[in-house]
């Protein structure tokens, strides 16, 4: 696939910026504070507009190109990555989907192009849990006049101390109740974040509690509408997005953990030893066994990605990569853990972050049981469509070879 030179610019760009955020991750990490200075940063480098359309101010960047640059931010700073997926599966959607009304393109890719100006969904909510789970939001959205007014409890808002917009998924009260997605500006009155983010890793992220009462949208600004019957339809070519960069996000910190055990086992040259622990075979066993799983995992993100950007088919492999991506990612830090010994788990070094990071990884709808089960039915569904096939097969007989009468001597 050929890369056009500004693309092909932008993503050296991002790696030069993954290796400056990397010297302050351990910060945001200590302290939970968000990392606004990182985003200044990436719309300085006009990577906030990758995967806007041209003709709206952006450089028109697919999933190969998303893929790259969050996989180079998040070698150095996961949680800014994480943000910055999510703003970009956003702005892809925007895009392409032909759900977006006009006015709102145009509304959030100006500001896209004049400052930072990100925006999430807000799906999840406390009693509910993920839609993924095929229950209905207890959010509601009211009709009063020429305005939505939109009441309910969100949880997880990624980045939300620096979003500009939300996606807010919610059912309306019309006696055939509608479910859709309806943009909410974060200034809005009755808005309010509840500090909820305690995590392990990913503390950077700050996603919070997102309470909205009352809050009042014009009756336009929705993104989608359709029968709350039909639950939520969501669109399977695009999950490769989702699919594809969340894990990304993981591996990418995974590789972070890779460098930095590369790095301590060759500078490191104990006395007993009298050379680098790098020359010892446990060691070189070790990494080269965390090569395997790093390959693996970017063979099979860039596979997806760029299968989605040529148009080609991949029907569940999407959700199967973020399965066996974040799996490999939590094997690699394991197992840096381990080839790091007692240094690896000093939090004045970032293997012990990377782990944490790492397994949060975990948290990301849909579970790993769904997605087997997923592919289970699958499986069962391109059986039931099959021929046939018969259990016990009649053994097929060797061929009889004609017995040789053999005549002794007299």
Do not use: C
Not at 45 to 51: D, P, S, T, W
Not at 65 to 83: C, D, F, H, M, Y
Not at 322 to 336: Q, Y
Not at 355 to 368: E, L
């Amino acid at each position: 696939m050929t890369v056009s030179a500004d693309l092909a610019d932008a993503i050296v760009r991002a790696e030069e910026l993954g290796k400056r955020f990397a010297l302050t991750a351990g910060h945001y990490d200590a302290t939970g504070e968000f990392p606004f200075a990182n985003f200044d940063a990436l719309h300085q480098a006009g990577l906030l507009g990758l995967v806007t359309a041209v003709e709206h101010g952006g450089l028109g960047g697919g999933l190969s190109e998303a893929l790259a640059v969050v996989s180079a931010i998040a070698r150095g700073e996961p949680s800014t990555a994480l943000v910055l997926s999510m703003h970009y599966n956003q702005h892809y959607s925007l895009r392409i989907s032909g759900k977006w009304p006009d006015h709102l393109i145009e509304r959030l890719t100006k500001a896209n192009r004049d400052g930072v100006a990100l925006i999430n969904a807000a799906q999840v909510e406390p009693r509910v849990g993920s839609p993924s789970h095929g229950s209905l939001p207890e959010t509601v959205a009211r009709r009063v006049g020429d305005q939505w007014r939109i009441t309910g409890h969100k949880t997880y808002a990624t980045g939300i101390p620096l979003l500009r917009w939300v996606s807010v998924l919610a059912v309306t009260d019309e006696p055939e109740p509608r479910l859709g997605s309806f943009l909410v500006p974060t200034s809005a009155d009755g808005i309010r974040v509840e500090k909820t983010w305690n995590a392990t890793g990913m503390r950077a992220t700050n996603s919070d509690d997102l309470i909205l009462d009352d809050v009042a949208i014009p009756l336009e600004d929705i993104i989608d509408l359709a029968p709350a019957s039909q639950g939520l339809k969501r669109d399977e070519r695009m999950g490769a997005w989702y699919f594809s960069l969340v894990p990304a996000i993981y591996d990418g910190a995974a590789r972070g953990a890779r460098d930095w055990l590369i790095e301590f086992t060759t500078t490191r040259a104990p006395a007993s030893l009298g050379a680098p622990l790098s020359t010892v075979p446990r060691i070189q066993d070790g990494l080269g066994q965390i090569e395997v799983l790093l390959t693996v995992n970017r063979r099979l993100l860039r596979s997806i990605a760029e299968d989605f950007d040529a148009g080609r088919p991949f029907d569940p492999d999407a959700a199967a990569v973020k399965h066996t991506v974040i799996d490999n990612a939590i094997a690699v830090t394991t197992l840096a853990l381990d080839l790091g010994g007692n240094p690896g788990l000093s939090r004045d070094n970032p293997l012990e972050r990377h782990h944490r990071d790492v397994v949060s990884g975990k948290a990301h709808a849909p579970q790993n049981n769904l997605i087997r089960t997923m592919l289970a039915k699958a499986a069962f569904g391109r059986h039931a469509a099959a021929p046939a096939v018969p259990l016990n097969p009649v053994p097929v007989r060797p061929h009889q070879q004609p017995r040789l009468t053999v005549v002794g001597r007299s």
